[in-house]
Nanobody, 120 residues
Framework: EVQVVESGGGLVQAGGSLRLSCTVS????????IGWFRQVPGKEREGSGV??????????YYGDSVKGRFTISSDNAKNTIYLEMDSLKPEDTAVYYCNAKSRVYGLNYWGKGTLVTVSS
């Protein structure tokens, strides 16, 4: 059974930092691109994604709104990716979902999300 589990959300003041973690199990970690999407309460989940990292070739992606503030990394030994979020803004407030996707296998898995609240 595949599991995608997020952690690290919480309440932080504007300008502060948080680190999100996403641990996956039940799949071949190195065959997947793993990333973060977010959804503001009451709105649809952003389709373009916040950030992702390919465990196949190491490439990373950042959305325009988080470039220079967020850093994604991967620990293959722990089957975990991290999203270091710095200089947080109130508009970063959202539920952050972890996604594991493999184009080779045509598979796509989601976690249940972790809430990040940035107060002004």
């Amino acid at each position: 059974e595949v599991q995608v589990v997020e952690s690290g959300g919480g309440l932080v003041q504007a300008g502060g930092s948080l680190r999100l973690s996403c641990t996956v199990s039940g799949l071949i970690f190195n065959d997947y691109t793993i990333g973060w999407f977010r959804q503001v309460p009451g709105k649809e989940r952003e389709g373009s994604g916040v950030s992702c990292i390919s465990n196949v070739d190491g490439r990373t992606y950042y959305g325009d709104s988080v470039k220079g503030r967020f850093t994604i990394s991967s620990d293959n030994a722990k089957n975990t990716i991290y999203l270091e979020m710095d200089s947080l803004k109130p508009e970063d407030t959202a539920v952050y979902y972890c996604n594991a996707k493999s184009r080779v296998y045509g598979l796509n898995y989601w976690g249940k999300g972790t809430l990040v609240t940035v107060s002004s």
